[in-house]
């Protein structure tokens, strides 16, 4: 299987990952490879109601976050996979991945019959 056009679209997946969890968050300074919400300025508000909008917002930035990290990390493990020849292999029964369902999810890691 040419994994070329799979690399290529994780690839550009990572990007636009990257991109999108820069609105809600940032690299985390003090580990690597980790991202964390913006922190806002809570206190600076004028009354009670607004800094619970800053609260939930931060929140919902957290969740938002949780998520793409979560979906970076998986892309981030295909590449690797790629880059070690093991990619569109099973993690369960060790059979190869259709490219039908890689093309579905570049970033994969078992087969239809283990989803």
Known sequence: M??????KELEAEKTRLESEMGTVGRRN????DDWE?????IGMEADLA???DVVMSREG?????ADLEARYDTVLSALVR????????CEVCGEKI???RLTA?????????HL
């Open 29 to 32: 300074p003090s580990v690597p």
């Open 98 to 100: 259709s490219e039908a």
């Open 61 to 65: 930035n957290a969740a938002i976050l």
């Open 50 to 52: 607004d800094q619970a």
């Open 2 to 7: 040419k994994t070329e056009p799979f690399k």
């Open 37 to 41: 919400p913006i922190p806002s300025e």
């Open 82 to 89: 790629i880059e070690k020849n093991t990619y569109g292999i």
């Open 105 to 113: 999810d570049p970033a994969a890691t078992t087969c239809v019959e």
